[in-house]
């Protein structure tokens, strides 16, 4: 028993009775209004009830979306998954927004609410086609029912109906007898029993792999007994599978607090693993007190030390550098507030903005639930974000440093080491981003579409993925290949208040065909001098190819002899500048075509490619400095 982390160790010293007792506490836990009465919900505010309500009146304006089998298909025929993710996403989402309408204002938006609770229950699968193994391995296209695959997508529509029976049971028995037994069969059919029914699930982490489907679907199957298994000893053996499974995501996390797979899958990792503990701590009301154990604190502080300011984030690896801005901040607030942590509360409240709804449908239906019910949220006045100096993860090697704490003006630099390995990975050991005023302008592009082929081995053909399309080097022809031997070494850093260096050396991220015997690399931001200074150091057996690539964001304004300035995408000048016997380099124009990339950084972006003077030991400064706001 000495290898159970925290949570099962803790778990099991509650004892059988606590246990059972918080069990068939279930649907207690979370105590709610009944469905329909505003004057119950009214620490909700109105702009919160209005846009809501709003949002499903406009919904029951157009038809509910049909997903249908020929988008299914298309995951097989080309490789194309959103055709058939976007509208079974937006069934759950119109439902979870009904659901949410009904229990703040009963009709008519409970018969809407009941609608799509049923259209979910008929739907063939829950399963997305790239996760369905059973019909790929029958060579089929089809799922069949009697054999359901349970993964992220059965896990989310699940959850609408755990959480809209706990919002709604009354109403619904009311209005609509007979949906919630069949809420239950679906349940019991599609997740219950074959969640129970084989340990072989990958996501489960038995084999050590450990990442974020972990906490995510435990987090659903955990909602799903409290909510809608009414068989006590079935729903005490999915509790006990899920604290098992919980406890092996936690204890597997870094001590540094730090995401390996990025901030964005940060809210579907820790995020998901805390939202899962309040629920069972709020089952036991009170008795599991998990928010002391190492390292929920340091999770905790993830997102205001990557935060860059504006909205822009550190984004290693699948992550968006400016992900959508409602994400569900009352649940790092509640994390905040259970560890003490004034940081912590004042990065979510910083997101409270005035006239602005405190709560949406769109991070999910249990996140929107629990958020309306919490006054405390609802009660914040907006705060300043912490934007820290120095934020130095030492596990997931993470260095950001920024020119003025408190503040997104000026520069800020963010290095990683790691190795090429990790969950959602880039082959990008060693690469570093430049922001200006909070918006990167030497940038990490961040997640693709995923496609067929997005986690395959023909993952690095995305071009986003490779090294080439990092801040890397180029040596003898050959970029970063992926793999966990792949990775830096001797990462030191060096911090203070004038500034901060990381320093490490890249050579074994590459393999032994680019003949890189050494290639050390310094980052150092200077609060003196308002510079970030990046110097290469290295060996190589064949100087004939070396090549320094620079992923740049923005509007290239002038391009010559050992100097580029661009037009950051907040608005300032930012200028690159280095030694002129590299000569002008090449400045490549690259179209984006990607939605989500673009969404991002607009219609193209730059790379500049500088090579250095050939020679088997050289080395090479880039020096990036800000600017005035360019006014043309």
């Not at 701590?281 to 502080?301: I, K, S, V, Y």
């Not at 790092?332 to 405190?358: C, E, F, K």
Request: aromatic content about 8%.
């Amino acid at each position: 028993m000495t290898d159970r982390g925290p949570l099962a160790r803790r778990w099991e010293l509650l004892g059988a009775d606590v246990r059972e007792a918080s069990l068939a506490r279930g649907r207690a836990a979370v105590a709610l209004p009944t469905p329909g009465d505003r004057a119950a919900w009214s620490h909700v505010d109105d702009v919160t009830a209005r846009a809501i309500t709003e949002r499903a009146d406009a919904d029951r304006r157009n038809p509910w979306p049909h997903p249908r089998l020929s988008d299914y298909a298309r995951y097989w025929r080309d490789g194309n998954r959103t055709a058939y993710e976007e509208p079974a996403g937006e069934l759950r989402r119109r439902t979870s927004v009904a659901v949410l309408a009904a229990a703040l204002g009963g009709q008519p938006y409970l018969d809407e609410a009941a609608d799509g609770l049923l259209a979910l229950c008929e739907q063939t699968t829950w399963c997305w086609a790239a996760h369905e193994r059973f019909a790929a391995d029958r060579g089929q296209v089809v799922p069949d029912p009697d054999h359901p695959y349970l993964d992220l997508g059965a896990a989310e529509t699940v959850a609408v109906l755990a959480w809209a029976d706990l919002a709604l049971a009354p109403a619904l028995d009311a209005r609509v007898p007979g949906l919630r037994d069949r809420m239950r069969r679906e349940a019991r059919q599609r997740v219950v029993e074959p969640f129970l029914g084989s340990r072989e699930w990958h996501w489960l982490g038995l084999d050590g792999h450990l990442h974020n489907w972990n906490p995510w679907i435990h987090g659903h199957l955990l909602a799903t007994a409290l909510f809608l298994v009414d068989d006590a000893p079935v729903r005490a053996r999915v509790v006990d599978l899920v604290v098992d499974g919980l406890d092996r995501y936690l204890t597997a996390l870094p001590a540094d607090g730090g995401c390996d797979e990025g901030y964005a899958y940060w809210w579907n990792g820790p995020a998901r693993l805390a939202e899962a503990l309040d629920l069972l701590d709020r089952a036991t009301g009170g008795l599991l007190d998990p928010w002391r154990w190492a390292p929920l604190p340091e999770l905790a502080r993830y997102p205001h030390r990557m935060a860059l300011g504006d909205g822009w984030y550190v984004n290693v690896g699948d992550g968006p550098a400016r992900p959508h801005s409602a994400q569900p901040w009352h649940v790092l607030h509640r994390w905040g507030r259970a560890t003490g942590d004034r940081q912590v509360v004042d990065h979510a409240a910083s997101h409270r903005v005035p006239g602005t709804p405190a709560v949406t449908a769109d991070a999910g239906l249990g996140r929107a639930v629990l958020g309306l019910a919490d006054a405390r949220w609802a009660a914040e006045p907006q705060a300043a974000p912490p934007l820290p100096a120095t934020s130095w993860l030492p596990d997931v090697q993470v260095l950001v440093s920024r020119e003025r704490p408190g503040s997104s003006e000026g520069l800020c630099v963010a290095v990683k080491g790691g190795h090429n390995d990790e969950n959602h990975n880039h082959n990008d050991v060693g690469s570093y981003l430049v922001a200006l005023d909070g918006a990167p302008v030497l940038v990490d592009l961040g997640q693709p579409t995923y496609t067929a082929i997005s986690f395959t081995a023909r993952r690095y053909e995305q071009w986003v993925t490779q090294s080439q399309w990092h801040n890397l080097p180029v040596v003898n022809g050959h970029g970063q290949p992926p793999g966990a031997g792949f990775r830096a070494t001797a990462m030191t850093v060096e911090l203070g208040p004038d500034g901060d260096a990381a320093r490490l050396d890249l050579a074994g991220a590459y393999g032994p065909e680019a003949g890189c015997r050494s290639w050390r690399r310094e980052v150092r931001l200077d609060r003196r001098t308002a510079t970030v200074v990046v110097t290469d150091t290295w060996r190589v057996d064949d100087p004939a190819d070396v090549r320094l690539h620079h992923v740049v964001a923005g509007e290239p304004l002038a391009h010559h002899t050992g100097e580029l300035t661009v037009r950051a995408l907040g608005g300032r000048v930012l200028t690159l500048a280095w030694d002129p016997h590299a000569g002008a380099g090449r400045l490549e124009r690259h179209a984006v075509d990607d939605p989500l990339l673009r969404d991002v950084w607009g219609a193209a972006v730059h790379r500049l490619v500088l090579v250095p003077p050939a020679a088997t030991a050289n080395s090479f400064t880039l020096t990036a400095s800000g600017g005035q706001h360019d006014r043309r």
